[in-house]
C-alpha cells in the first residue's frame, strides 16, 4: 500500500490558502480515480482506493500542519509501512508557481508540516514539491503562505493539480522522474505560434460567434476537464465574497 498525504490545515477560512495546496492535489486525486466518500481515521480524513491496481490510501491530516506527524505516523504505525511507501504532498516556498518537484529524503526547509512527519517516521519518504513561489521577503512568508491564492492563479493551478491526477499512476509505480517529466510536459508554457494570414476567399464573416470562417457552425468549447475547475471557482468564489 502507498500513502498519499496532502499538507494542508483544516477549516473553511483555510481552504483556499496556498499551504492548502497539498489538500487541493489529493482532493483532485480522489475525485479523478473516484475514491470512495472521505471517512475520519488516524487523526486524518482518509479515503482508500485503488490507482492503475495499487491499493493507495489518500490522507488529510486534520491536527493542523504543524502537528501532521501525529497523524502520518500513526498510520504509518498501523499499517507496518515503511516510510519509504509515503509520499508527501505539500506547498514549496523555493519553486516559482505552477512548477514540480520530486524528492526522497532530505531536510524540511523551514516546513513545519514535514519537521513534524520527519520526527515521526524519519525523512526517508517521497515529497512532491509544489511551487507557490516566495514573497521576496522572509518577513512576509507567514502571510504569504496563508493568504488565499488570487484568481491570476487559476490558470497554472488547475493544470498542474490536474496534470498529478492525470499521472498519479506513475506515482504509485515509484517511477517519480517520469511523473515529474510528465506533470511538466503539461504545465511548461508552449511558446505561441503566430497565426497564419488567413485567406480572403471563402470567408464567411460572423457576428453572432456561432459560425466559423467557412461558413459552418463552429465547434461548441468543450467542458471543463474535471472537478478541479469547480473546485477552485468555488474556493476563489467565496474569496471573492469575504
Keep these: 500500500m502507498l500513502i498519499l498525504v496532502g499538507l494542508g490545515n483544516p477549516g473553511a477560512q483555510y481552504a483556499s490558502n496556498r499551504h492548502n495546496i497539498g489538500f487541493m492535489a489529493v482532493d483532485v486525486i480522489h475525485t479523478r480515480h473516484r475514491f470512495?466518500?472521505?471517512?475520519?481515521?488516524?487523526?486524518?480524513?482518509?479515503s482508500e482506493g485503488t490507482i492503475d491496481g495499487q491499493r493507495v490510501l489518500l490522507m488529510k491530516p486534520q491536527t493542523y500542519m504543524n502537528e501532521s506527524g501525529r497523524s502520518v505516523g500513526e498510520a504509518v504505525r498501523f499499517l507496518k509501512l515503511a516510510p519509504s511507501d509515503v509520499v508527501v504532498i505539500h506547498d514549496e516556498?523555493?519553486?516559482?508557481?505552477?512548477?514540480?518537484r520530486m524528492k526522497v529524503g532530505g531536510g524540511h526547509g523551514g516546513h513545519n508540516g514535514l519537521r513534524s512527519i520527519t520526527s515521526q517516521i524519519t525523512d526517508a519518504y517521497r515529497r512532491m514539491r509544489l511551487g507557490i513561489g516566495h514573497p521576496g521577503d522572509k518577513s512576509?512568508?507567514?502571510?504569504?503562505v496563508l493568504s488565499d491564492f488570487a484568481k491570476a492563479d487559476r490558470d497554472w493551478l488547475v493544470r498542474l493539480l490536474?496534470?498529478?491526477?492525470d499521472n498519479a499512476g506513475e506515482l504509485v509505480k515509484g517511477a517519480d522522474a517520469?511523473?515529474?517529466?510528465?506533470?511538466?510536459?503539461?504545465?511548461?508554457?508552449?511558446p505561441e505560434r503566430k497565426p497564419k494570414p488567413e485567406a480572403a476567399v471563402g470567408k464567411t464573416a460572423s457576428t453572432d460567434g456561432k459560425s466559423a470562417p467557412n461558413g459552418e457552425p463552429a465547434a461548441?468549447?468543450?467542458?471543463?476537464?474535471n472537478a478541479m475547475a469547480a473546485i477552485l471557482k468555488g474556493l476563489l468564489?467565496?474569496?471573492?465574497?469575504r
Design 93 to 100: 516556498l523555493d519553486l516559482p508557481p505552477g512548477k514540480l
Design 220 to 225: 461548441e468549447k468543450p467542458p471543463e476537464k
Design 237 to 241: 468564489a467565496q474569496k471573492g465574497r
Design 140 to 144: 512576509l512568508v507567514h502571510s504569504h
Design 162 to 165: 490536474d496534470a498529478v491526477a
Design 178 to 190: 517520469t511523473f515529474a517529466n510528465r506533470v511538466h510536459a503539461v504545465t511548461e508554457p508552449k
Design 36 to 46: 470512495p466518500a472521505w471517512r475520519k481515521n488516524f487523526q486524518a480524513e482518509v
